[in-house]
């Protein structure tokens, strides 16, 4: 950030939201493509409709503006997914200098590898040769050739035709129901609710807030940080830089 900004961000955490406002001008006048001028905006002006404006500017300059984007998806409740732009001069194309480079310094190892990799498939094409010569080779078999005696001739006729026997359930089966839980529960089993309250959504789990990240959100850094320690995890932001239990003193 520049100057500018961050003696509008100085003069906006005193409350001094005027001044802030005049200096933010004053830095978007000079470069209007500062997405941190236009994010600090989005917390000064107090319409909704010019906040989501001052948050869409900021990442039509950088979409990489995870503040901005993080604000302005907490506004309007659904993900903010820019395009990304690339970087001059950056391109996704394999360098072909690169792959020869590293052919010429692994020549030992792609021999090998070519070795092993051509015996394996010689030998799979071989054990598929073989096995496809062994099944050629075996003779053919025919059942016309098997006699038959009358009697086998008959047992299987009457057995082709014997219908089976299906018997009828002559009387109704009786289900008995018990049911899944009593109405009275014992005392070790007594229903119980826990009411929890949380005032404070600061995310603990890892570093992810600064000093200056707190502007747009419902909470303070004093809160987050009493917070986080309260939850066992420490000061886990960095926001108490003297270890004197307040957090962001110089903001």
Known sequence: MTNIVNLAIKKLKAGDKAAAKELLIKALKQNPKNADAWYVMAAVVTDTEQRTECLQRALQIDPQHEKARRTLSKMTGKSTNL????????????NLSEILSFVSQHKK??????VVFGCLICFVVGSVIK?????????PTSTSSLPLSPSTVMTITQTLTTQPTVKKLTSTPTITRTP???STLPPSMTPYIVVTQNTVSCTCADDTYNCDDFINEPFT?????????SQGYGDVH????????SACEDY
Do not use: M, R, W
């Open 180 to 182: 899944y839980l009593s």
């Open 238 to 245: 960095g926001l108490d830089g003297n270890n004197n239990n």
């Open 83 to 94: 395009p990304i732009k690339k970087k001059p001069g950056h391109s996704n194309a394999i």
């Open 109 to 114: 190892l792609i021999g090998i590898v070519t």
């Open 221 to 229: 850094a004093q809160e987050c940080f009493e917070h986080c320690k």
């Open 131 to 139: 096995e496809f010569s062994n099944f050629n080779a075996l003779p």
